[in-house]
Nanobody, 124 residues
Framework: QVQLVESGGGLVQAGGSLRLSCAAS????????MGWFRQAPGKEREFVGG????????DYADSVKGRFTISRDNAKNTVWLQMNSLKPEDTAVYYC?????????????????WGQGTQVTVSS
């Protein structure tokens, strides 16, 4: 069993930055890829980005590529999502999740454990 707790969300102006953290408990954290997803009101949950089990590779949605960066520290059981140049369309609840694989896949169904989410609101 893995428990995930996100933090770092908040209200920011367009062009600003936020850094989300995801703290994990459980011994399996370091064995699997991690993903970040987001869900805006009335929309489906969508893949934002992911990182391999060892942090060696990342994958990003086209909408955030070049603006968002994912990193992890397995010794600290933590993964981060650095978000720069934020836009109003980035407004959503952001979730971290543990994959069932060692590489980050984009489908929601491939993730086994989810955090409770943290709200990010970008004002124009």
């Amino acid at each position: 069993q893995v428990q995930l707790v996100e933090s770092g969300g908040g209200l920011v102006q367009a062009g600003g930055s936020l850094r989300l953290s995801c703290a994990a408990s459980g011994r399996t954290f370091s064995s699997y890829a991690m993903g970040w997803f987001r869900q805006a009101p009335g929309k489906e949950r969508e893949f934002v980005g992911g990182i391999t089990w060892n942090g060696g590779n990342t994958d990003y949605a086209d909408s955030v590529k070049g603006r968002f960066t994912i990193s992890r520290d397995n010794a600290k059981n933590t993964v981060w999502l650095q978000m720069n140049s934020l836009k109003p369309e980035d407004t959503a609840v952001y979730y971290c999740a543990v994959s069932g694989a060692t590489i980050p896949l984009r489908m929601v169904s491939t993730y086994r454990y989810w955090g409770q989410g943290t709200q990010v609101t970008v004002s124009s």
